[in-house]
């Protein structure tokens, strides 16, 4: 099960940088660094909170911390590619 999440996660994860990349072609360039910083904040974020899960007691939490990352590893593909300039 942990496998399959993690491949699901790494198809949403290059999604995730197609979207991010097209994001940072458009608009003027101080919304563009404000994306960046935007990014390495969600990219710390995701990976505490995740940690958080894997942290659970059991064999649970390997997928505990699998299904959150590729949750929000998904959410946030979806929010960049309906961002404008996709």
Avoid: H
């Amino acid at each position: 099960m942990v496998k399959c999440l993690a491949d699901a996660t790494a198809k949403w994860d290059k999604r995730l940088n197609e979207a991010y990349r097209e994001t940072l072609k458009e608009g003027p360039r101080e919304q563009r660094e404000q994306l960046r910083k935007a990014q390495r904040l969600w990219l710390q974020y995701r990976d505490a909170n995740c940690d958080y899960y894997g942290l659970s007691e059991g064999s649970i939490a390997r997928v505990l911390a699998a299904s959150c990352l590729f949750d929000m590893t998904k959410a946030r593909a979806k929010e960049l590619e309906a961002a404008p300039g996709n």
